[in-house]
């Protein structure tokens, strides 16, 4: 005989545990459900009205991130920001998604927020190749040269036969060349 008190209570206990848990990755990077930072709110309103992406409420986190950089390389940055909003609101301690939400606001030329999203990355995951390559392209988007060869040369200090940084490098030096508009 089944008693369903039983089971409709150890359902909602397991639909209860199931949305506090705390996943770890094959990359190493803790995802929580806690929300993101309260000063971080003015991402959400930057990326007001670029929301095309359906159902972009309820993505995991991963499942953002995936879609933000296949929405990156189709070069549709507003819906890229969109979802990897989405993921540091899911994960606020995910560095990945941090540095992608930041060259999001980079490609939409709002530096304001990219500086904070480039903070928060740098934070989580500290002095990699990603990080320094792309804040040196943020520095180059923004005319900031002297900054930009900075980054890039600690990016190849770090990874000297990464082929994105020798391109960078590259294209640095032909900014270099052209005057500014």
């Known amino acids: 005989m089944r008693r369903p008190g039983i089971v ?13 848990q705390t996943t ?13 930072q309260a000063e971080f709110t ?23 991130v995936a879609e933000a950089k296949n929405q990156f390389r189709q070069e549709n940055y ?10 540091v609101q899911l994960a606020p301690n995910d560095g990945e ?6 060259a999001s606001c980079d490609r939409i030329r709002r530096f304001d927020l990219s500086d904070k999203a480039y903070g928060q990355a740098f934070s ?9 390559n792309n804040i040196g392209y943020s520095y180059l988007l923004r005319g900031d040269l002297q900054e930009a060869r900075k980054n890039f ?4 200090e770090l990874a000297p036969n990464d082929p994105t940084v020798a391109n960078n490098l590259q294209l640095l030096g032909s900014s270099v060349g ?4």
């Open 78 to 87: 507003g819906n890229s920001g969109a979802l990897f909003l989405k993921a």
């Open 124 to 132: 989580l995951i500290g002095t990699t190749v990603a990080y320094y």
């Open 42 to 64: 003015s991402f959400g309103d930057a990326f007001q009205g670029l929301k095309t992406v359906s159902d972009v409420e309820y993505y995991a986190s991963d499942q953002a």
């Open 97 to 102: 998604a941090w540095l992608g939400l930041a």
């Open 153 to 156: 040369l600690k990016a190849y």
């Open 24 to 36: 770890a990755l094959d990359d190493g990077v803790v995802r929580t459900n806690e929300p993101v």
């Open 178 to 181: 052209n005057t500014g508009r």
């Open 8 to 20: 409709v209570g150890g359902a909602l206990l397991a639909l209860v545990l199931a949305g506090c």
